[in-house]
Nanobody, 125 residues
Framework: QVRLVESGGGSVQAGGSLRLSCEVS????????MGWFRQAPGKEREGVAR???????TIADSVKGRFTISKDNAKNTLYLQMNSLKPEDTAMYYC???????????????????WGQGTQVTVSS
């Protein structure tokens, strides 16, 4: 059974940093597309960053230059380093996964089959 568990969320002032972690289990971690998504109250869930099995990444324009996605295959853990946080970054953050089948990994929510429960990030001004 595929399981994703996020951690590292919290409250921080604008300009601060947080690192989110997502521990994965139940599958061969390295063969999956992995992504971070977020959903603010009253808004649709949106893709923030994704990484493919080869380590190639895509970062959403809204967070480019501030957020970095990475993974540690040995620890089966996905990370999202968030710097220079802004109040508009406040949201529930989710990690997600889907099997890599040769088709490029995307930032689309419909592209991912497995989801964690989320971790809250709150940025105050």
């Amino acid at each position: 059974q595929v399981r994703l568990v996020e951690s590292g969320g919290g409250s921080v002032q604008a300009g601060g940093s947080l690192r989110l972690s997502c521990e994965v289990s139940g599958y061969t971690y390295s063969h999956y597309c992995m992504g971070w998504f977020r959903q603010a109250p009253g808004k649709e869930r949106e893709g923030v960053a994704r990484i493919d099995p080869y380590g190639r990444t895509t970062i959403a324009d809204s967070v480019k230059g501030r957020f970095t996605i990475s993974k540690d295959n040995a620890k089966n853990t996905l990370y999202l380093q968030m710097n220079s946080l802004k109040p508009e970054d406040t949201a529930m953050y989710y990690c997600a996964a889907r099997l890599y089948n040769g088709i490029a990994c995307t930032l689309a929510t419909y592209d991912y089959a497995y989801w964690g429960q989320g971790t809250q990030v709150t940025v105050s001004s």
